[in-house]
């Protein structure tokens, strides 16, 4: 292999590899987005004419953290999209993705609790140098619910961690991080 083709192919790599990294950020953005109500976070993962499909419900993008929001904030107290297995197929300006999810939501009560497992399945476009989603759809493979009520024992609140809050008062939201300021705590 030449110099130059070796430098071609190095330039294709990177390009990938940038590529590959945006669409990556843009999904992990999404499920931060969701966890803390960050509707200005959760609408930039959209293109503007951007479709999400949760079963029978479709949202443009500019609607769907609006819609999120209220449904979350009507079956739980908390909720953390936790994104796993993520493959993704690049061809020009369109990436065909999955990724896993698992979601944990606290419900009301803070006594019980459901664990969904499921995947987004995107097709997202990069449009003026910028990854987004173009459609997302949405499966759900498992759902289970359980008991959560160790939450309110004593033996776990005396531990003292750090509780997360669906606003910018979350302490991921604390740049830079330091001991200044004290968290929620459960």
């Known amino acids: 292999m030449t110099a130059i083709n070796e430098l071609e192919q190095l330039k294709k790599d990177i390009k990938y590899l940038m590529d590959r990294t945006a669409i990556m950020d843009c999904i992990a953005r999404h499920a931060r987005a969701h966890d803390r109500f960050d509707v200005e976070m959760l609408t930039a993962a959209y293109h503007p004419d951007g479709v999400d499909e949760h079963g029978y419900v479709l949202n443009d993008g500019p609607a769907y953290a609006k819609w ?39 419900n009301k009560d803070g006594e019980t609790a459901r664990f969904i497992s499921g995947r987004y399945i995107d097709r997202l476009e990069c449009r003026n140098g910028e990854w987004k989603i173009a459609l997302r759809r949405s499966t759900v493979d498992v759902l289970l619910a359980g008991d959560a009520s160790i939450l309110k024992a004593p033996s776990f609140r005396e531990q003292g961690y750090s509780k997360g809050l669906r606003d910018k008062r979350d302490v991921s939201y604390q740049i830079p991080l330091s001991l200044d300021e004290t968290p929620a705590r459960w």
Not at 81 to 97: F, L, M, P, Q, S
């Open 68 to 106: 999120a929001n209220a449904v979350h904030a009507a079956g739980a107290q908390l909720h953390t999209h936790n994104i796993t297995t993520h493959t993704c197929e690049i061809d020009g300006d369109t990436a065909h993705c999955e990724s896993y999810v698992i979601v944990a939501l606290l």
